[in-house]
């Protein structure tokens, strides 16, 4: 005996067949976007970090780059060095003296 099997569906198969098949997307799409540790909205926001330390890295370099300009300056340079410890340090040069004529007024606020 021959068995013949149906193929199309009824229409209340179909309602539930486009049901199911649209939660299974809304699923989808949702665990797409809020995975944990793998979701869109994530690697946004860990590629918005990724620009902002790279911001603050480039910063960093040039602080730094400025900063082993100064050493070089203070080591090699001899009135660079002299114009930091008079200006930073408030340090004379032997039989040097210091006047000060700024009005009294100031003297009291310091």
Known sequence: MKRT???SLSPLQQKKLYRISL???VIFLLALFFTPDKG??????QKMRVV??????????????ALREE??????DV??????AREQHGLLK?????????????????
């Open 79 to 84: 009135r660079y060095l002299e114009e930091v």
């Open 94 to 110: 032997k039989d040097e003296m210091v006047f000060d004529f700024s009005p009294k007024e100031q003297k009291k606020r310091q």
């Open 52 to 65: 902002a330390l790279n911001a603050e890295k480039q910063k960093l370099v040039e602080k730094n780059n």
């Open 40 to 45: 869109l909205f994530f690697l946004r926001r």
């Open 23 to 25: 939660l299974l997307v």
């Open 71 to 76: 050493i070089k300056r203070v080591t090699t």
């Open 5 to 7: 099997y149906k193929t």
